[in-house]
């Protein structure tokens, strides 16, 4: 699977739709949108609509809260992907560029992906989410570099990265994932297991998401949030040969 970007419709092909939730739920995503400029582009405007799409239920490091910034639906948007039976292995590429894009103190960008652990065998019948940890797009686009144990040494500010490429190895290893569960309000929604077998599930969607810090209270939201523009022009899925 291989999107740049150069159209509309190329742009359209990567939006948030999702046949399974309701249009309340869906304006409630922030959307791509076309860019012409600099060969083309998608643009997540994070200012638009009084914030984004955010998700209480899942535990990273505590319950915090989850931001999703763009969501590559495997059902609409990933064209043969979904009917791959094994992902171990693959490379996935995104080229992307920050604006004036602002995060707050220890809120990160990673890369979220979440399957289907089917019921047989051996699986729970619920979804599973991973949080890539191998490379951090907000290192990637020059925040600071320091991994997620640094996160007080970070610039939060930044004005203008340029177009940079973020690579990510699925390689079968809990070392480069961090799986993400549930808070305790909805315990029963997600489940946990080793990823080398989740990627050989079905997959649901890829996600670009902000990674905000336990708050006071659980479902409090945060009192500033990112802020700004992502541009991505390229978003790629390579299989092993």
């Known amino acids: 699977y291989d999107n740049s970007f150069d159209s509309q419709a ?3 092909a990567f939006t948030t739709a999702h046949g399974s939730v309701d249009s309340a739920t869906l304006a409630s995503y922030d959307p791509l949108s ?39 639906n495997a059902a609409v948007n990933l064209g043969a992907i979904p009917n791959v039976a094994d992902l171990r292995n ?13 995060l707050p103190p220890h ?11 089917l019921a047989a065998p051996a699986g729970t ?11 951090l797009i907000d290192d990637v686009l ?48 997600y489940a946990a297991a080793p990823v080398a077998r989740c990627l050989q599930r079905p997959l649901l969607n890829f996600m670009i998401v902000a990674l905000y810090p336990q708050q006071d209270a659980a479902l409090s939201m945060p009192t500033q949030r990112v802020s700004g523009a ?3 022009n390229r978003f790629r899925i390579e299989l092993p040969a």
């Open 90 to 102: 693959a490379r996935l590429t995104i080229g992307l560029r920050a604006s004036d894009l602002f």
């Open 125 to 135: 019948g619920k979804p599973i989410n991973f949080i890539f940890t191998g490379a």
């Open 230 to 232: 992502l541009h991505i």
């Open 10 to 12: 190329d742009c359209n």
């Open 34 to 72: 076309y860019q012409a400029a600099d060969g083309g582009y998608g643009l997540i405007d994070c200012n638009a609509g009084g914030g984004l799409w955010s998700d209480h239920n899942h535990i990273w490091p505590g319950p915090g809260m989850l931001n999703l910034l763009a969501v590559g």
């Open 142 to 189: 020059g925040f600071g570099g320091f991994g997620l144990g640094w996160p007080h040494l970070r610039d939060t500010g930044l004005t203008n990265s340029g177009f940079v490429t973020f690579t990510a190895d699925l390689a079968p290893s809990d070392a480069f994932f961090q799986c993400i569960g549930t808070s305790v309000g909805r315990k029963d929604t």
């Open 107 to 117: 809120v990160r960008l990673a890369l979220h992906f979440q399957v289907n652990d």
